[in-house]
């Protein structure tokens, strides 16, 4: 099963996730500063684009799971940033520009549940060699918990078998309630949100015509929530890569739209599969060594960028409308290359990636580097997040940030719009920031205290402009999921964001719930309960409504529903097919969200699979369909 049960720590290392060699420490992600490598020198803090000059720089209430088989840039306000040369300069001028002056049992559709309880905080819980740059190959041709059961009397046969490479077409017969399909629907996915960006959701490119983004709307005219409820089936699936003992685990993490294909990272692939009917369209080979090097999570203009190499040394860029390579240039900084958190973006036509050496940005239409760090430099942009048509970055000041930390928003040609200096202590503990789960409001997760076992994960909201914290809310992850991985800058799937509301999935034992914060006065204000119980988790919004999966289970399947912000309950949106809980199970089966990713397009919902262990069943999707 490619989903680990949760761990019965409240500490977890890292909820949901694998068990790995051991991560290195915070300052070791973050900044990646190698043992060996000696603290960066103080230096000048120069403008940017000048040849030659320095920059600035959970327990899912289910019976016990049967066993698996087998086992940076400157501070201040901005300048405007000198023109591009015409020719590369020697030495690649340093990034954003820097300083200058401002600028139940088995239920069925369900009866109205009686109104939700006003809502407080806190209550009581209960108890090998790479070779050189250039094409690295064109594309190739094709090669349960709680949730839905049909009502007494229903049949429903056909449960799905994975099969080999390419879609599974899955007929059922369910002699269960009429219900009318709405036509349309737009595409919303973990972390989605309707009035502004928030952490991992579609950026503006993804509305139509050649752009695309992961979760975006795939260019075509698409429309909102259904009607009534859809009763669907297994449409098709594609099975996992295989991951041998030797691999130990294989990531394959990313996943995009187009206006006909899903395309997502498969093992050392590319892979586009038609929305329709999942028939592999094309696939190119890339070389990620298991996942370790990483893809940009979203898409800008028909394009993604990825790490690939023997030490994820190269950087290519992809057209995922085609499949076609459009250029791979090398990455480094002297003896260092980017690591298994360092994660490249995509906003036009540039991209970027930090990590411990700094900046490294290219221009995609000149094929060249255009920024990079500079010796001695003070400050280092180690991390990067794109949020709508802001770049966000980490800027760490003196070795692994000792000097101070800050988040830095900019335009794509590095036009600075702010800077937010995370603090170095509140309450008497020692800050690490964590993540950025939405930029408008700015909410971000901050990491209290020192040592791992000593400290705490807290959510604060930030007037950034103003460069002060407005709210702590009461968070606590002994009774809420985590919403951010916290490895990378913006990685947030347990987080949606919506109308000044922050809606994460509660840590109850048994049932859990929906909990809305109110993100203008920093309370938690009240919870939507799972249809008839069991566990439920959000993942996007549509419509003015959070969109939420109550998970599969045992005896009944899943649920996608809608929760209303007005009357604070789910509503029934897509009843899953029954005789596919267990393969629903494979992918998601408890509350953590960091390796499995769910997305709603169009009336179809996907189940995404992002990580692959030896011991998984043979008929293990990577890939789940339904519609």
């Given at each position: 099963?490619?989903?680990?049960p949760?761990?019965?720590?409240?500490?977890?290392?890292e909820?949901?996730?694998?068990?790995?060699?051991?991560?290195?420490?915070?300052?070791?992600?973050?900044?990646?500063?190698?043992?060996?490598?000696?603290?960066?020198q103080?230096?000048p803090?120069?403008?940017?684009?000048?040849p030659?000059?320095?920059?600035?720089?959970?327990?899912?209430?289910?019976?016990?799971?049967?066993?698996a088989?087998?086992?940076g840039?400157?501070f201040?306000?901005?300048?405007?940033p000198?023109?591009?040369?015409?020719?590369p300069?020697?030495?690649?001028?340093y990034?954003?520009?820097?300083?200058?002056?401002?600028?139940?049992?088995?239920?069925?559709?369900p009866?109205?549940?009686?109104?939700?309880?006003?809502?407080?905080?806190?209550?009581?819980?209960?108890?090998q060699?790479?070779?050189a740059?250039?094409?690295?190959?064109a594309?190739?041709?094709p090669h349960p918990?709680?949730?839905?059961?049909p009502?007494?009397?229903?049949?429903?046969a056909?449960?799905?078998s994975?099969?080999?490479?390419?879609?599974?077409i899955v007929?059922?017969?369910a002699?269960?309630?009429a219900?009318?399909l709405?036509?349309?629907?737009?595409?919303?996915?973990?972390t989605?949100?309707?009035s502004?960006?928030?952490?991992?959701?579609p950026?503006?490119?993804?509305?139509?015509?050649d752009?695309?983004?992961?979760?975006?709307?795939?260019?075509?005219d698409?429309?909102?929530?259904p009607?009534?409820a859809?009763?669907?089936?297994?449409?098709?699936?594609?099975?996992s890569?295989?991951?041998?003992?030797?691999?130990?685990?294989?990531y394959?993490?990313?996943?995009?739209?187009?206006?006909?294909?899903?395309?997502?990272?498969m093992?050392d692939e590319?892979v586009?599969?038609?929305?329709?009917?999942?028939?592999?369209?094309w696939?190119?080979?890339?070389?990620?060594q298991?996942?370790?090097?990483?893809?940009?999570?979203?898409?800008s203009?028909?394009?993604?960028?990825?790490?690939?190499?023997r030490?994820?040394?190269?950087?290519?860029?992809?057209?995922?409308?085609?499949?076609?390579e459009v250029?791979?240039l090398?990455v480094?900084?002297?003896t260092t290359?980017?690591?298994?958190?360092d994660d490249?973006?995509?906003?036009?036509d540039?991209?970027v990636?930090?990590?411990?050496?700094?900046?490294h940005g290219?221009?995609?239409?000149?094929e060249?580097?255009?920024?990079a760090p500079?010796?001695?430099?003070?400050?280092k942009?180690?991390?990067?997040?794109?949020?709508?048509e802001?770049l966000?970055?980490?800027?760490?000041?003196?070795y692994?940030g000792?000097?101070?930390?800050?988040?830095?928003?900019?335009?794509?040609?590095?036009?600075e719009?702010w800077?937010?200096?995370?603090?170095?202590?509140?309450?008497?503990?020692?800050?690490?920031?964590?993540?950025?789960?939405?930029l408008d409001p700015?909410?971000?997760?901050?990491?209290?205290?020192?040592?791992?076992?000593?400290?705490e994960?807290?959510?604060?909201?930030a007037d950034a402009?103003?460069?002060?914290?407005?709210?702590?809310?009461?968070f606590d992850d002994?009774?809420?999921v985590l919403?951010?991985?916290?490895?990378?800058?913006?990685d947030?799937?347990?987080a949606?964001?919506?109308?000044?509301?922050?809606?994460?999935?509660?840590?109850?034992s048994?049932?859990?719930?929906?909990?809305?914060?109110?993100l203008t006065?920093?309370?938690?204000?009240?919870?939507?309960d799972p249809?008839?119980g069991?566990?439920?988790?959000?993942f996007?919004?549509?419509?003015?409504?959070?969109l939420?999966?109550?998970?599969?289970?045992?005896?009944?399947?899943?649920?996608?529903?809608?929760?209303?912000?007005e009357?604070?309950?789910a509503?029934?949106v897509?009843?899953?097919?029954?005789?596919?809980r267990e393969?629903?199970?494979?992918?998601?089966?408890n509350?953590?969200?960091f390796?499995?990713?769910?997305?709603?397009?169009?009336?179809?919902?996907?189940m995404?699979?992002e990580?692959?262990?030896?011991?998984?069943?043979?008929?293990?999707?990577?890939?789940?369909?339904?519609?």
């Amino acid at each position: 099963m490619s989903q680990p049960p949760p761990p019965s720590s409240p500490e977890p290392q890292e909820p949901g996730k694998p068990e790995e060699p051991a991560a290195p420490q915070p300052d070791e992600q973050r900044a990646g500063a190698p043992d060996d490598v000696a603290p960066p020198q103080e230096g000048p803090r120069l403008t940017k684009g000048e040849p030659g000059q320095q920059p600035s720089g959970a327990d899912d209430g289910a019976p016990p799971q049967p066993p698996a088989p087998g086992g940076g840039g400157g501070f201040g306000p901005p300048v405007t940033p000198p023109p591009l040369p015409q020719a590369p300069p020697a030495q690649p001028a340093y990034g954003p520009p820097q300083p200058g002056q401002p600028p139940q049992p088995g239920y069925g559709f369900p009866q109205q549940p009686p109104a939700q309880p006003g809502y407080g905080y806190p209550q009581q819980p209960p108890g090998q060699g790479f070779g050189a740059p250039g094409p690295y190959g064109a594309p190739t041709a094709p090669h349960p918990q709680y949730g839905w059961t049909p009502p007494p009397g229903a049949d429903a046969a056909g449960k799905p078998s994975a099969g080999s490479r390419g879609p599974v077409i899955v007929l059922v017969i369910a002699a269960v309630l009429a219900l009318l399909l709405a036509g349309g629907g737009a595409v919303w996915f973990l972390t989605g949100k309707d009035s502004g960006p928030t952490a991992g959701s579609p950026t503006d490119d993804g509305g139509g015509g050649d752009d695309t983004d992961e979760g975006g709307e795939g260019g075509e005219d698409v429309a909102g929530l259904p009607d009534q409820a859809i009763e669907a089936e297994v449409a098709w699936q594609v099975a996992s890569p295989e991951a041998t003992e030797e691999d130990i685990l294989v990531y394959a993490k990313g996943f995009w739209l187009t206006d006909d294909a899903m395309v997502r990272m498969m093992k050392d692939e590319v892979v586009a599969y038609g929305l329709a009917d999942g028939e592999e369209l094309w696939s190119t080979p890339v070389e990620t060594q298991e996942g370790r090097c990483n893809a940009t999570r979203t898409a800008s203009e028909g394009r993604i960028a990825l790490l690939q190499g023997r030490d994820c040394e190269h950087l290519t860029v992809l057209d995922i409308t085609t499949g076609e390579e459009v250029w791979t240039l090398p990455v480094s900084s002297g003896t260092t290359t980017p690591g298994r958190y360092d994660d490249p973006v995509i906003l036009g036509d540039t991209v970027v990636i930090g990590w411990a050496a700094g900046i490294h940005g290219f221009s995609i239409s000149e094929e060249k580097q255009i920024w990079a760090p500079q010796q001695g430099e003070t400050c280092k942009e180690v991390g990067f997040a794109v949020f709508d048509e802001v770049l966000l970055s980490e800027l760490f000041c003196g070795y692994a940030g000792e000097k101070g930390v800050s988040i830095r928003a900019t335009e794509e040609d590095g036009t600075e719009l702010w800077e937010w200096e995370v603090p170095q202590e509140w309450d008497g503990e020692v800050v690490e920031f964590r993540s950025v789960l939405s930029l408008d409001p700015f909410v971000v997760q901050l990491r209290l205290g020192e040592g791992y076992g000593e400290s705490e994960e807290h959510l604060f909201v930030a007037d950034a402009e103003q460069n002060r914290i407005v709210h702590q809310l009461p968070f606590d992850d002994d009774r809420h999921v985590l919403p951010c991985e916290a490895v990378s800058m913006s990685d947030c799937p347990g987080a949606v964001v919506l109308d000044d509301m922050l809606y994460l999935a509660s840590r109850m034992s048994g049932d859990n719930a929906v909990v809305a914060f109110d993100l203008t006065t920093g309370q938690a204000v009240w919870e939507a309960d799972p249809i008839n119980g069991g566990q439920i988790v959000p993942f996007g919004t549509l419509d003015g409504k959070v969109l939420a999966y109550q998970l599969a289970g045992y005896e009944v399947a899943g649920m996608v529903v809608a929760i209303d912000p007005e009357t604070e309950q789910a509503e029934p949106v897509m009843a899953l097919e029954h005789t596919a809980r267990e393969t629903e199970r494979t992918i998601l089966n408890n509350t953590y969200t960091f390796d499995a990713r769910l997305l709603w397009h169009n009336n179809t919902f996907f189940m995404i699979d992002e990580a692959f262990y030896p011991h998984d069943g043979e008929d293990d999707p990577a890939l789940l369909v339904y519609r």
